[in-house]
C-alpha cells in the first residue's frame, strides 16, 4: 500500500526528519506516535507533497513512485489526509465540495442514492443529516469539524486515510463513534491508516497493527499496542537519545 525508502524532510532550511523508512500493508492500522516537534504532522503532508516541505528519498503508493506528484492528484489516487485543524471554505456546502471531488475522481453516481448514503453516514457519525448542506466546517465545533472529515473520508471512499490527531476537540462520546466509524471502514474497504495520536483510548479501540515512536528527527522504536501503553506509563524520555 505505501512504502517510504530513506525519507528526509526539510521546511525552511531545518531538518525534520532524517533517514526515514515505514512500509503500510493493506488493511493495516499503524500509529505514529513521539514529542511535540518532532516532524509526525510533517511526514503526512510531505506524503501529500506539502511544497513547504523540502523532501528527498522516495514514496510509493501502490508501487507508484508519488513523491513529487501534485497534491491534488495524490488524493485522486486514493489517500485522505485529514489535518489537526481542518479549514472552513465558506459558500461551497459539503455536498459540492464531495460532488465535485467524485466527478474529478471521475466517479460516476446517482444524485438518489449519493443523498442516501450522505444520510446513512450522518447517523452512523451522530450527526444532523443537515450538516450535508452545511458550507465545509464553517461555525462548527471543533468536534464537529472532525466528524465533517469523516464523513467525506467515507463518501470518496480513499485507501489510504492519514490522520493527524483526530482526537483533538473531541468529547468521550464523539472519540468512541469517530473510531468505531474508522474501524467499520476498514473491515468494509480494507483501507490502511496512518494516525497521528497520543490518546490511549483512542488506541485501544483502534487496536493497531503497529506503533512506532518519532524522536530527535529518527524513527527510534517499533512495537506492538503494547509500545503505546508503555509510552502512556512511562513517557518518550527513553527514546530521547
Known amino acids: 500500500m505505501l512504502e517510504i525508502k530513506n525519507l528526509n524532510i526539510k521546511v525552511h532550511g531545518k531538518e525534520l526528519l532524517n533517514n526515514f523508512n515505514l512500509t503500510i500493508k493493506d488493511g493495516e492500522t499503524h500509529v505514529l506516535m513521539g514529542p511535540n516537534g518532532t516532524g509526525k504532522s510533517s511526514l503526512l503532508k510531505a506524503i501529500m507533497n506539502n511544497k513547504e516541505y523540502e523532501k528527498d528519498g522516495t514514496i510509493l503508493y501502490n508501487n507508484e513512485d508519488i513523491t513529487n506528484i501534485p497534491t491534488n492528484e495524490i488524493a485522486n489516487k486514493g489517500i485522505y489526509y485529514l489535518s489537526q485543524s481542518p479549514i472552513e471554505v465558506e459558500g461551497i456546502t459539503n455536498a459540492e465540495l464531495i460532488k465535485t471531488a467524485l466527478v474529478e475522481k471521475g466517479i460516476k453516481y446517482n444524485i438518489f ?35 465533517n472529515e469523516i464523513l467525506h473520508m467515507n463518501l470518496l471512499k480513499p485507501s489510504l486515510i492519514l490522520l493527524d490527531e483526530i482526537d483533538s476537540g473531541l468529547d468521550v462520546d464523539a472519540l468512541k463513534v469517530i473510531a468505531n466509524n474508522l474501524i467499520e471502514y476498514q473491515e468494509n474497504t480494507n483501507a490502511s491508516i496512518l494516525i ?20 530527535n528527527k529518527l524513527l527510534r522504536k517499533s512495537g506492538d499496542i503494547s509500545l503505546a501503553k ?12
Open 230 to 241: 508503555e509510552i502512556s506509563k512511562n513517557g518518550f524520555k527513553e527514546y530521547e537519545g
Open 196 to 215: 497521528i495520536t497520543h490518546q490511549q483510548s483512542l488506541i485501544d479501540i483502534l487496536n493497531p497493527d503497529y506503533v512506532h515512536v518519532i524522536s
Open 113 to 147: 442514492e449519493f443523498k442516501k448514503e450522505c444520510e446513512s453516514i450522518t447517523n452512523k457519525l451522530e450527526m444532523d443529516k443537515s450538516f450535508i448542506n452545511r458550507y465545509v466546517n464553517v461555525g462548527m465545533s471543533g468536534g464537529e469539524r472532525k466528524k
